[in-house]
Each structure stands twice: as structure tokens, then as C-alpha cells.
């Protein structure tokens, strides 16, 4: 089994930076593609970015582009999104979810395996 935990969120200001953790444990290796999806209040889940766990191929949103960098630690199978710049809209619960298989996707539905989420929230 795998199991994904965000940590990391947390309240700041408009033009403030945060950063995601992702840790992963238990069979991690059968999970190639680890994405960042968020959830405002009322809207549907959205994709963030998306990386490769070993080759580091990285995929992002254009909402977040120039503005958010995921990255890994394979070591110690952690993916962390460094969120700078951050606008009120960047408002949500962040996910860090699990794919089996390696494609691009921004769909939450080719995601297995996800975490609890942590809060962000940007004031004004």
C-alpha cells in the first residue's frame, strides 16, 4: 500500500511564498508520477503540476507557471511544490496525489492514491 501526506500549508499574504511537502511511504516505487491538484471552497478539484518520480519531468498549470516549482527528493521520497508569488486565488486545499502509470495528465480521475491535504491561504 502507499500513503501520501501533505504537510507544509499555512496562511500568508498576497505576493508570499510557501512550500508543499509530499511525503510517500510504503510501496512508492509502483507510483512513477506524483501530481499537485488543489480544491477552493465549491469549485472541483484542479491540477497543479505533475512530476516524474524519477526522471523529473514536470508539468504545470498555466495558472501557476513561473510562479510554482515542484521538485523531488527520491531519497527520501518527498516531492515538495515551493509556491512563490502567491495571489488570493491560489486559495485551496492542496493534494498530493499518486499515479500507477506514466502519462500527461491533468485529471484527478488518473490518480490512485492521495493524501489528506493541507490548507493555503492567501490574504489580500
Known amino acids: 500500500q502507499v500513503q501520501l501526506v501533505e504537510s507544509g500549508g499555512g496562511l500568508v499574504q498576497a505576493g508570499g511564498s510557501l512550500r508543499l511537502s509530499c511525503a510517500a511511504s510504503?510501496?512508492?516505487?509502483?507510483?512513477?508520477?506524483i501530481g499537485w491538484f488543489r480544491q477552493a471552497p465549491g469549485k472541483e478539484r484542479e491540477f497543479v503540476a505533475s512530476?516524474?518520480?524519477?526522471?523529473?519531468?514536470?508539468y504545470y498549470a498555466d495558472s501557476v507557471k513561473g510562479r510554482f516549482t515542484a521538485s523531488r527528493d527520491n531519497a527520501n521520497n518527498a516531492v515538495y511544490l515551493q509556491m512563490n508569488s502567491l495571489k488570493p486565488e491560489d486559495t485551496a486545499v492542496y493534494f498530493c496525489?499518486?499515479?500507477?502509470?506514466?502519462?500527461?495528465?491533468?485529471?484527478?480521475?488518473?490518480?490512485?492514491?492521495w493524501g489528506q491535504g493541507t490548507q493555503v491561504s492567501v490574504s489580500s
Open positions: 496525489a499518486g499515479r500507477t502509470y506514466i502519462t500527461r495528465s491533468f485529471s484527478a480521475l488518473d490518480y490512485a492514491y
Open positions: 510504503g510501496r512508492s516505487f509502483s507510483i512513477p508520477v
Open positions: 512530476i516524474n518520480w524519477n526522471a523529473g519531468i514536470i
